[in-house]
């Protein structure tokens, strides 16, 4: 049987939950996404029974989400377990590509995954990462250069792009 390793941490925005599969990392919670909404999540993609605490076998991500908070690391290497429709794994396919430290438009977003006037769907489909911050959905923006909404809050993502350089306010 399948089990999934979950864990948490306190990291510079917060409590952060990690789950991840023998596969990679299947999902992280930072904060405003609460513990219960966490498990809640991994309810709906796991059996109750394939879900144990294993702090040891997320300290890789851990690590790296450190690392990333201190500004010493640019991209994650962990393996990646993402759960999502063919289209969602298209977008966040393509949000792994953006580079740190930029950002995108959900316009130009939308035309990278082949559905130009997509914007909104691309946009449901960036809220619905379950990878934040390793699948960079922070680094997409409005077209008049807001900065949209963050499951997280708007606080966050800011937070986000200026430790990335992104942004300058």
């Known amino acids: 049987m399948a089990k999934v390793y979950c864990t948490s941490f306190d990291s510079k925005i917060g409590p952060i939950y990690v789950a991840s599969t023998d596969n990679g990392i299947c999902k992280v919670s930072i904060p405003k996404e609460s513990k219960k909404d966490f498990f809640r999540w991994l309810a ?11 702090k040891s076998r997320n300290k890789e991500i ?37 580079p740190y ?11 990278r995954v082949g559905v130009p006037r997509g914007f909104r769907a691309v946009g449901r489909a960036n809220g619905s990462n379950p990878l934040p911050i390793v699948v960079p959905c922070h680094r997409v923006i409005g077209h008049d250069g807001s900065l ?7 606080k966050t993502k800011e937070f986000l ?9």
Do not use: C, M
């Open 101 to 111: 430290g930029s950002t995108i438009t959900y316009k130009q977003l939308a035309r």
């Open 44 to 54: 709906e993609h796991f059996d109750d029974d394939e879900v144990v605490e294993n």
């Open 148 to 154: 949209g909404g963050y499951g997280s809050g708007i």
């Open 62 to 98: 851990i690590d790296q989400l450190a690392r990333y908070f201190n500004g010493k690391l640019a991209k994650f290497s962990v393996p990646l377990d993402q759960i999502g429709s063919p289209f969602q794994q298209r977008v966040w396919k393509e949000l792994g590509k953006i």
């Open 161 to 169: 792009l200026r430790l990335e350089g992104a942004i300058i306010l």
